[in-house]
């Protein structure tokens, strides 16, 4: 079984200023774990994904993800936040090979992020 | 670049009609998948396909979901009989391997 749980319903952040937003996940198998992108009126754009590779993991638009396993975390960080960051956040697991529910992605609630200039 | 295409962007229909939700897939990927999500709540698996079967299903999938590719190109969501809690964004997602999957922009479903 695998679960997903994002600690922030709602983010807000200052333009500029640094971006986090925080998940943790559940897994029986080694997962793989992905952070996507929706906004508004728009459909889910994949932002970074990790799988088994380096623990900290480089995405589109300045986002990075660090992998922590004994801590079973992957927070989503930026330096500074744009006000085009503005959006909602999937935290998603998906199990690697050897998982009966390969290709089966499990989401997070979502986050909002809110940019203020 | 390619994407997932999906139509029709919001569908309203009046509970007890069939309706037919349509997704394009990125042209070289071979596994299909439909998400829903029920407003406010977190986007769902519902079904993956691959080798024109279905390879896993959910709960929430049952007699009165179907999915088919009934060309080389589209892969379709069927509700027969709609309910007012089908009522959600149903997101078509698509991959070449089993670990990345590529979304549509989503098809906004209303059951009245």
């Known amino acids: ?3 997903v749980t994002q600690l922030d319903s709602h983010v807000s952040v200052s333009e500029g200023t640094p971006v986090l937003l925080r998940c943790n996940y559940s897994s029986s198998y080694s997962p793989s774990l992905f952070w996507y992108v929706q906004h ?13 590779a380096a623990t900290l993991v480089k995405g589109i638009n300045g986002f990075e993800a660090e992998f ?14 744009h006000m085009s960051d503005a959006a909602e956040y999937f935290c998603v697991v998906s199990p690697s090979s050897g998982g009966t529910s390969y290709g089966k992605l499990t989401f997070g609630q979502g986050t909002i992020l809110t940019v203020h200039p | 670049e390619p994407e997932v295409t999906q139509t029709p962007s919001h569908q309203v229909t009046q509970m007890g009609q069939e309706v037919i ?3 394009v897939p990125i042209s070289n990927h071979l596994y299909f998948y439909w998400y829903r999500q029920i407003l406010g709540q977190k986007v769902e698996f519902l079904v993956s396909f691959y080798n024109n079967e279905i390879s896993e ?10 999915v088919e590719r009934p060309d080389g190109s589209n ?10 809690e089908d009522s959600a964004m149903y997101f078509c997602a698509s991959s070449d391997v089993l670990d990345t999957q590529y979304f549509g922009p989503g098809t906004r479903l209303t059951v009245l």
């Open chain 2, 21 to 23: 939700l349509h997704c």
């Open chain 1, 68 to 81: 922590k396993k004994s801590e079973t975390s992957f927070h989503l960080t930026k330096p500074s936040a």
């Open chain 1, 40 to 52: 508004p009126n728009k459909g889910l754009q994949l932002l970074l994904k990790y799988t088994s």
């Open chain 2, 57 to 66: 299903k959910s709960e929430i999938f049952d007699d009165q979901f179907s």
């Open chain 1, 1 to 3: 079984a695998q679960s």
């Open chain 2, 75 to 84: 892969f379709t969501l069927k509700i027969r009989s709609t309910k007012l």
